[in-house]
């Protein structure tokens, strides 16, 4: 019953900045983590970055220092900053949520849901 909606990709030249942001919409009782991956062509998809329901925050090592996570409990949203982006950033960025589900049998009635992801497109 919950979907990610994503927004905020586009086109953007290094050392610039970008914001990206993901809704859940739906029946939504409560949302543990959310966090952020990323999928170059040709390459695995990778973490980068997670946010607890508490605010405490996570980087893969090739963004800390140049992206930050932040969610807003009440809205059910996530957003990532990127800032000093650069060419190897390039990717179709993916929200995801671990979402309390009652009615889901399995791991304890947490369901992880997926965006639809959304195209960043660094140039040099």
């Known amino acids: 019953q919950v979907q990610l909606v994503e927004s905020g990709g586009g086109l953007v030249q290094a050392g610039g900045s970008l914001r990206l942001s993901c809704a859940a919409s739906?029946?939504?009782?409560?949302?543990?983590?959310m966090g952020w991956y990323r999928q170059a062509p040709g390459k695995q998809r990778e973490l980068v970055a997670t946010?607890?329901?508490?605010?405490?925050?996570n980087y893969a090592d090739s963004v800390k220092g140049r992206f930050t996570i932040s969610r807003d409990n009440a809205k059910n949203t996530v957003s990532l900053e990127m800032n000093s982006l650069e060419p190897e950033d390039t990717a179709v960025y993916y929200c995801?949520?671990?979402?309390?589900?009652?009615?889901?049998?399995?791991?304890?009635?947490?369901?992880?849901?997926w965006g639809q992801g959304t195209l960043v497109t660094v140039s040099s």
């Open positions: 739906g029946t939504i009782l409560s949302i543990n983590a």
């Open positions: 995801n949520a671990y979402v309390y589900d009652p009615t889901y049998y399995f791991t304890r009635n947490i369901r992880e849901v």
């Open positions: 946010i607890t329901s508490g605010g405490t925050s």
